[in-house]
């Protein structure tokens, strides 16, 4: 097993921010201004967002499936600007999706109703897998809240192939007998990625019941979800057919989920869309090379 570390007696989710700065060398000028903030949705249903920063803001990070919007702390860290991370819907302190978690279509709505409550519209929206493809339905659906799409080592061309490691990790076990077990599959299904930040994700995205085992916070993917719900190739024309700018953000290592032939597609569909290569990046890019993504978003939202 490895060595988790002392785990907290209580969870505090803005306690850990000087750790992701001290390991990804981000200097630190003490704890930033960060708040949570729930905005119901008109069915009742409801979804939270992490609001950094007290001016408004037009930066908008969508994570991916089976994570939380404490998945871009470091990225936040290293921007230093006022940004919104929103929990997709069924994950993190979010409540569940209208129809599951990968229904893209509603999940897209939901997401639109926020980000136009919290954020300034159009926005520069930045999505990395699921919350990707949630950008590309948003760019479909809301065209007029989007001023840029940033696509974060995902493509229409994502499938049940391409992804199943993805999905194998969501749908392990329902719970854990220890952290440490917990921690143990983690590392196992994310080799790029340091014990240590690994160790701050968990605590952002599990609990403790009061038998002492552990949970995730996210909604596992349903059978069908699994099986047929990860092809998302009809949203290859939106790639072609936006009018916002675009930037494809590719890991190179063997996590990523992002081939040569979708960037050929991606190239021919949106030939003046900006696309870079993360080459110690697999699938997760913001917390491989958190502070080089972050170079360059603020450089691509600058002027797109």
């Known amino acids: ?36 903030e729930r905005v119901e949705l008109p069915d009742g249903r409801y979804l939270s967002a992490l609001v950094w920063g007290n001016e408004p803001t037009n930066l908008v990070f969508l994570h991916g499936g089976g994570q939380n919007a404490h998945t871009w702390d470091t990225v936040a860290l290293a921007l230093g600007r006022p940004l919104i991370a929103i929990d997709l819907p069924g994950h993190g302190h979010s409540g569940p999706g209208k129809d599951g978690s990968l229904n893209v279509e509603a999940n897209a709505k939901d997401l639109a109703y926020v980000i136009e409550r919290l954020a300034v519209t159009p926005a520069h929206l930045v999505g990395m897998s699921l919350g990707g493809i949630s950008t590309l339905q948003i760019a479909k659906d809301f065209p007029d809240i989007v ?5 974060v080592d995902v493509t229409p061309g994502v499938n049940a192939t391409k992804s199943k490691m993805i999905a194998d990790f969501i749908n ?77 953000a590719r890991g190179m290592l063997s996590q990523s989920v992002v081939d040569d032939a979708d960037e050929a597609e991606t190239r021919r569909l949106n030939p003046t869309a900006r696309i870079q290569h993360f080459e110690n990046s697999g699938h997760s890019l913001q917390g491989d090379e958190p502070v080089a993504l972050a170079q360059a978003i603020a450089e691509f939202t600058a002027t797109a």
């Open 147 to 151: 001023r840029s799409a940033t696509l």
């Open 1 to 36: 097993m490895p060595d988790s570390g002392a785990i907290p007696d209580s969870y505090d989710e803005f306690s850990m921010f000087h750790e992701n700065a001290e390991e990804y060398g981000i200097k630190w000028t003490g704890p930033p201004i960060v708040r949570r």
């Open 172 to 248: 392990g076990p329902e719970k854990f007998e220890d952290f440490d077990t917990l921690l143990a599959r983690t590392i196992e299904y994310n080799p790029t990625r340091s014990v240590s930040s690994l160790r701050r994700g968990i605590l952002h995205n599990a609990e403790q019941l009061d038998d002492g085992t552990w949970v995730w916070r996210y909604a596992r993917f349903r059978d069908a979800e699994r099986t047929g719900g990860v092809d998302f190739s009809r949203l290859w024309p939106v790639v072609g057919q936006m009018k916002a700018p675009l930037f494809l």
